[in-house]
């Protein structure tokens, strides 16, 4: 089982609203959890890193939130543009011996329509 | 400003032929690794490097070597393709290993098909 999961797995959207993507995890101990997107046939490009003491950040139109309790994250997109269309991807980092280890979920595809 | 580059962009190979895949960072960064993306799972870590002459394994190291002869390069070799091996690199590069919140830059990928 990913220690990483995220909802939904796909979602289309018309330009111009708002949504918003869930990541659960059960990795421990945490350091920090960041959100990236990935535009089709490209690398993941950050968009927010939150360790457990921040519960909100935000990146222009991105705005992820982090319950270290409840061990969630949401990353929120306010007023969709087409250029959101990509996956989403949530990753939960830890701080090992060999450094930084990130986990990474599988992703949110998401679509945004005219 | 390049970033990461990764080469080739696209690669077939036949089974048991060998390859390395390339990467380059321009940022003087220590920090870089090599992970694999496959459908319906998230990305992982095959090998890591915390500066020039040290590497070490990631959750997937099977069939893949690494060396760091500099901070600036971090190649990955397939020694014998395999099916399994078929999928999406990625390489990624931060400036430290050991610091939280240091940023991770993620290169274009290589997508590998081996027949």
């Known amino acids: 089982k990913n220690q990483v999961e995220q909802s939904p797995q796909s979602l289309i959207i018309l330009e111009g609203k708002n949504c918003t993507l869930q990541c659960n995890y059960t990795v421990s101990p945490f350091s920090n959890l960041r959100w990236y997107k990935q535009d089709t046939g490209r690398g993941p490009v950050s968009l927010t890193i939150?360790?457990?003491?921040?519960n909100t950040k935000s990146n222009g139109r991105y705005t992820a939130t982090l319950d270290a309790d409840t061990k969630q994250s949401s990353l929120h997109i306010t007023a969709s543009q087409l250029s959101d269309s990509a996956s989403y991807i949530c990753?939960?980092?830890?701080?090992?011996?060999?450094?930084?280890?990130?986990?990474f979920g599988t992703g949110t595809q998401l679509k945004v329509e005219l | 400003n390049a970033g990461v580059t990764q080469t080739p962009k696209f690669q077939v190979l036949k089974t048991g032929q060998s390859m390395t895949l390339q990467c380059a960072q321009d940022?003087?960064?220590?920090?870089m690794s090599w992970y694999r993306q496959d459908p319906g799972m998230g990305l992982r870590l095959i090998h890591y490097?915390?500066?020039?002459?040290?590497?070490d394994q990631g959750e997937v190291p099977n069939g893949y070597n690494v060396s760091r002869s500099t901070t600036e390069d971090f190649p990955l070799r397939l020694l014998s393709a395999a099916p399994s091996q078929t999928s999406v690199y990625f390489c990624?590069?931060?400036?430290?290993?050991?610091?939280?919140?240091?940023?991770?830059?993620f290169g274009q990928g290589t997508r590998l098909t081996v027949v």
């Open positions: 490097s915390v500066g020039a002459g040290i590497t």
């Open positions: 940022m003087n960064h220590e920090y």
């Open positions: 990624a590069s931060s400036y430290s290993g050991q610091s939280l919140n240091t940023e991770a830059f």
């Open positions: 990753v939960v980092t830890i701080l090992t011996g060999g450094g930084n280890k990130l986990t």
């Open positions: 939150m360790t457990f003491s921040e």
